[in-house]
């Protein structure tokens, strides 16, 4: 079957840095996204990754490794609005996104 | 980032009426259409993908005359919730892609359903 594993919840400080991780197994890969969404609000888009590496695009970071079927969302300079679920999805062959179940970050002062 | 609008944002409504949600791509043409539900504190369920053009295709226990989904054009599909009853009570999302199957899916802001 397929399957996204990552943890449910994470808490930090607010200025620090978190790392996200996310493993995935599925039938076929396309791309890997990550996406944030704040309670009552919709998913945002916040990264792709389809080769192997570090993709930086301002305080947010995403890695994957193919081979190890893993990845993680980097969040640096950590602010309070960053509180919100970050949800892993990856595309399959068929290319249809299979999503994990989200990880809730909360962000302490 | 794409831009995708949702209608209404909100509603309220009787048991046994049925309810209409338009999700608009606006500024690109959205090949493909994806409508997703979620409940409270749980994770994005796909409903269906609709293409345009053609018939949608169904998740696996979703009932296809219960969630009538119609893609018409290239950036505008419609879920319509017939008989609603409290159970589907939800959060329903829309999203949309473009015209390669490995682009970004891009999420409207989602309407928030509940039935009395």
């Known amino acids: 079957g397929q399957n996204i594993d990552q943890p449910t919840e994470m808490t930090a400080t607010e200025g620090a840095i978190v790392q996200i991780n996310c493993t995935y197994q599925t039938s076929g890969f396309n791309g890997l996204f990550w996406y944030q969404q704040h309670a009552g609000e919709a998913p945002t888009f916040l990264s792709y990754?389809?080769l192997d590496g570090l993709e930086e695009k301002g305080r947010f970071s995403s890695f994957l490794s193919r081979s190890k079927g893993y990845s993680y969302l980097l969040l640096k300079e950590l602010q309070m609005k960053d509180s919100a679920s970050y949800l892993c999805?990856?595309?399959?062959?068929?290319?249809?996104?299979?999503w994990g179940a989200g990880t809730k970050l909360i962000i302490k002062p | 980032g794409a831009v995708v609008s949702q209608h209404p944002s909100w509603v309220i409504c009787k048991s046994g009426t049925s309810v209409k949600i338009e999700c608009r791509s606006l500024?690109?043409?959205?090949?493909?259409m994806f409508w997703y539900r979620q409940f409270p504190k749980q994770s994005l369920m796909l409903m269906a993908t609709s293409n345009e053009g053609s018939k949608a295709t169904y998740e696996q226990g979703v009932e296809k005359d219960k969630f009538l989904i119609n893609h018409a054009s290239l950036t505008l599909s419609t879920l319509t919730v017939t008989s609603a009853h409290p159970e589907d009570s939800s959060f329903y999302i829309c999203?949309?892609?473009?015209?390669?199957?490995?682009?970004?899916?891009?999420f409207g802001p989602g309407t928030r359903l509940l039935v009395l």
């Open positions: 999805a990856v595309m399959d062959s068929n290319y249809q996104l299979i």
């Open positions: 999203s949309a892609r473009g015209t390669e199957q490995q682009e970004t899916q891009y």
């Open positions: 990754n389809v």
């Open positions: 500024d690109f043409q959205a090949t493909t």
